[in-house]
């Protein structure tokens, strides 16, 4: 069965800096996509990036971007320029032949100003 | 906005009651999930529909039962309520399956289930 983990529960960053969250994966699957989701306080589930995983080009949406190493097994957030707003949970998610998301249980960020 | 529309937002309700949240997918999503959130947790996959046929089974209660209308608006029955049912539900849709062209899974605002 696929697994997510994330080994950070909680990260702190300042405001305008970098800050890297990790997530690994277990699965036996070639063909599969990446997530990552962010919950503010709201609760709502927004959709921050995704990456493809037969596809080597890291995905990069304006602050965001991932570092997918498939053979590692790794798909880490990097989110640039940090942000107040961007003060959130985030949750990696993997999505492959079962046909549903399957969730890592989230890294709390807070961005301090 | 997503486009995926839940309802009721929140619900208080008494142990041992019954209710039905309803879920209402993107235009032209074929495919409804539904999560579980509880206080402090990560998401747990609960069930999934496609085209009115259930897809997937995660970790679903057998007091708790899903069904999607040829409409494919989603309903979520769940029975015999316990405090520990106190949770976030989330309904999702997407056109297909995560795996299937990229295809991207968007979450509703989630029903708020408050048990008694």
């Known amino acids: 069965a696929q697994t997510v983990t994330q080994s950070q529960p909680e990260m702190s960053v300042q405001e305008a800096e970098t800050v890297t969250l990790s997530c690994t994966y277990d699965?036996?699957?070639?063909?599969?996509?990446l997530f990552w989701y962010k919950q503010p306080p709201s609760r709502q589930m927004i959709l921050v990036i995704r990456?493809?995983?037969?596809?080597?080009q890291n995905a990069t949406e304006n602050r965001f971007s991932v570092n997918f190493q498939k053979a590692a097994k790794s798909f880490s957030l990097k989110i640039s320029d940090s942000q107040l707003g961007d003060t959130a949970m985030y949750f990696c998610?993997?999505?492959?032949?079962?046909?549903?998301?399957?969730f890592g249980k989230g890294t709390k960020l807070s961005v301090k100003p | 906005d997503s486009g995926v529309t839940q309802t009721p937002k929140h619900l208080i309700t008494a142990t041992g009651q019954r209710v039905t949240l309803r879920c209402s997918p993107r235009?032209?999503?074929?495919?409804v999930y539904w999560y579980q959130q509880s206080l402090d947790q990560g998401l747990q996959f609960l069930i999934q529909?496609?085209?009115?046929?259930?897809?997937a089974k995660g970790n679903i209660l057998e007091r708790f039962s899903a069904q999607q209308f040829p409409d494919l608006h989603s309903e979520l029955n769940l029975s015999s309520l316990e405090l520990g049912d106190s949770a976030l539900y989330f309904c999702a849709s997407s056109v297909g399956t995560p795996n299937r062209g990229g295809n991207t899974i968007y979450f509703g605002e989630g029903s708020w289930l408050t048990v008694v």
């Open positions: 990456q493809e995983a037969y596809k080597q």
């Open positions: 529909y496609y085209n009115g046929e259930e897809r």
């Open positions: 699965t036996s699957e070639s063909n599969y996509y």
């Open positions: 235009s032209g999503d074929l495919s």
């Open positions: 998610a993997f999505g492959g032949s079962q046909g549903n998301l399957i």
